[in-house]
């Protein structure tokens, strides 16, 4: 099943994609506001929810998805991220990280939770937990979010063409072939 655009994109168009690390709400950016600021954000994903469950199933078939537990900390899960890359299942973790908490509604926050994902992706569980405490691993996943906010970006989707072009937010697939052939066409976007 395809769960994004560029998913779809990716089946007319060759492409390399690279996943990069970008928190919504890092920890160092939370604030005593937070719960005031948490709450008006709640009511915004309430009131549009409704949308989001129409396109999720007419545009990817997804005919279960939940609005995932709020406020929870995403940093450990792109950790996971790098590990998955080193193993080979990259793709493979992020589908099921989603599906963690889209579908399934589980804390991505918790490494039993992602070790348990990368296990079931062929990854050795006690490697895979011990991988999420690396210092290293981290410090990629804060130099990837400082690359990002450095390129501009503050929300996500969002798709870099050659370090050069951002593509910010949802995306139709027919959006995304035609400036991904333009870009291979031309070596521009004009």
Same mark, same amino acid.
């Given at each position: 099943?395809?769960?994004?655009?560029?998913?779809?994109?990716?089946?007319?168009?060759?492409?390399?994609?690279?996943?990069?690390?970008?928190?919504?709400?890092?920890?160092?950016?939370?604030?005593?506001?937070?719960?005031?600021?948490?709450?008006?954000?709640?009511?915004?994903?309430?009131?549009?929810?409704? &949308?989001?469950?129409?396109?999720?199933?007419?545009?990817?078939?997804?005919?279960? +998805?939940?609005?995932?537990?709020?406020?929870?900390?995403?940093?450990?899960?792109?950790? =996971?991220?790098?590990?998955?890359?080193?193993? =080979?299942?990259?793709?493979?973790?992020?589908?099921? !990280?989603?599906?963690?908490?889209?579908?399934?509604?589980?804390? +991505?926050?918790?490494?039993?939770?992602?070790?348990?994902?990368?296990?079931?992706?062929?990854?050795?569980?006690?490697?895979?937990?011990?991988?999420?405490?690396?210092?290293?691993?981290?410090?990629?996943?804060?130099?990837?979010?400082?690359?990002?906010? &450095?390129? =501009?970006?503050?929300? !996500?989707?969002?798709?870099?063409?050659?370090?050069?072009?951002? +593509?910010?937010?949802?995306?139709?697939?027919?959006?995304?072939?035609?400036?991904? &052939?333009?870009?291979?066409?031309?070596?521009?976007?004009?």
């Amino acid at each position: 099943m395809i769960h994004s655009s560029l998913e779809s994109a990716a089946k007319e168009v060759p492409l390399a994609i690279e996943w990069r690390a970008f928190e919504l709400r890092p920890q160092e950016s939370r604030s005593p506001d937070d719960e005031r600021e948490m709450a008006e954000k709640k009511k915004q994903i309430d009131a549009f929810w409704p &949308r989001v469950e129409k396109i999720a199933k007419e545009v990817y078939g997804l005919t279960r +998805i939940t609005r995932g537990l709020w406020g929870i900390d995403t940093r450990l899960a792109h950790v =996971g991220a790098k590990v998955a890359r080193e193993a =080979g299942v990259e793709d493979g973790y992020h589908l099921r !990280v989603f599906e963690a908490h889209w579908v399934d509604q589980k804390d +991505i926050s918790q490494p039993g939770v992602l070790a348990e994902i990368a296990a079931d992706l062929g990854v050795d569980r006690e490697s895979f937990a011990r991988s999420l405490e690396t210092e290293e691993l981290t410090a990629k996943v804060l130099a990837e979010e400082m690359e990002a906010h &450095r390129l =501009g970006i503050n929300g !996500v989707p969002a798709v870099i063409i050659d370090r050069r072009y951002l +593509i910010s937010g949802a995306q139709p697939k027919e959006t995304l072939v035609r400036v991904f &052939r333009q870009y291979a066409e031309q070596g521009r976007l004009d």
